[in-house]
C-alpha cells in the first residue's frame, strides 16, 4: 500500500533552516510528481513547491522562491523540502503529497513551527 512518511519538522527561531524528508513506498516513485504542501493555523492548505517525475523540473509558490529548495532521490525514493530564512509566517503543518497514474496520495504531515 501507498506510504508517505514526512519528518525533519520541529521548532526553529526566525532566520533558521529545516530540512524535511518525505519517505515513499507502495508505488512507482521515479514515475511519480512529488508535492509538499502546507497548512497554517486557521488557512487552507497551500502548494509549497512542486517536482516533476522525468525531467525533475521545479515551481515554487511565490513566497517560497529563494527561500525553499524541493529535491528528489529516485534511489532513495524520498523527496526533500530544504527551507532557509524561515520566518513565523512559515509556521504550518507540511504535507507531502505524489501523484502518479491519476491518483494522488497525501502524507500525515508535520509539523514546523518558526518562534523565537
Known amino acids: 500500500q501507498v506510504q508517505l512518511v514526512e519528518s525533519g519538522g520541529g521548532l526553529v527561531q526566525p532566520g533558521g533552516s529545516l530540512r524535511l524528508s518525505c519517505a515513499a513506498s507502495?508505488?512507482?516513485?521515479?514515475?511519480?510528481?512529488m508535492s509538499w504542501y502546507r497548512q497554517g493555523p486557521g488557512k487552507e492548505r497551500e502548494l509549497v513547491a512542486v517536482?516533476?517525475?522525468?525531467?525533475?523540473?521545479?515551481d515554487y509558490a511565490d513566497s517560497m522562491k529563494g527561500r525553499f529548495t524541493i529535491s528528489r532521490d529516485n534511489a532513495k525514493n524520498i523527496v526533500y523540502l530544504q527551507m532557509n530564512s524561515l520566518n513565523v509566517e512559515d509556521t504550518a503543518v507540511y504535507y507531502c503529497?505524489?501523484?502518479?497514474?491519476?491518483?494522488?496520495?497525501w502524507g500525515q504531515g508535520t509539523q514546523v513551527t518558526v518562534s523565537s
Open positions: 517536482i516533476t517525475s522525468t525531467s525533475g523540473r521545479t
Open positions: 507502495g508505488f512507482t516513485f521515479s514515475r511519480a510528481t
Open positions: 503529497r505524489s501523484s502518479v497514474a491519476g491518483r494522488q496520495y
